[in-house]
């Protein structure tokens, strides 16, 4: 069997919420909010390079925070 490797995707989403700039920050990185509408047990480290987990598996790298108006991380999914 070859070497395969899984794909490489890159996602960028925009969205428009009824939300202000704060509020919508701190749902992405406030683990308390976090657990209320996305995923459980998330942990984070909210400076650039560092870490970001949740009991799915999920982990990422935070590459920009300028609060409240720029959150940029990359997102890895591993599969299971």
């Given at each position: 069997?070859?070497?395969?490797?899984?794909?490489?995707?890159?996602?960028?989403?925009?969205?428009?919420?009824?939300a202000?700039?704060?509020?919508?920050?701190?749902?992405?990185?406030?683990?308390?909010?976090?657990?209320?509408?996305?995923?459980?047990?998330?942990?984070?480290?909210?400076?650039?390079?560092?870490?970001?987990?949740?009991?799915?598996?999920?982990?990422?790298?935070?590459?920009?925070?300028?609060?409240?108006?720029?959150?940029?991380?990359?997102?890895?999914?591993?599969p299971?």
């Open positions: 069997m070859e070497n395969e490797t899984a794909p490489t995707y890159r996602l960028h989403l925009y969205r428009t919420i009824k202000s700039a704060e509020q919508a920050f701190r749902a992405f990185t406030d683990p308390e909010l976090l657990f209320r509408w996305f995923m459980t047990s998330a942990q984070t480290d909210l400076r650039k390079d560092s870490q970001y987990s949740n009991a799915d598996g999920d982990r990422d790298t935070y590459l920009e925070i300028n609060a409240p108006n720029r959150l940029t991380f990359t997102w890895d999914n591993p299971v």
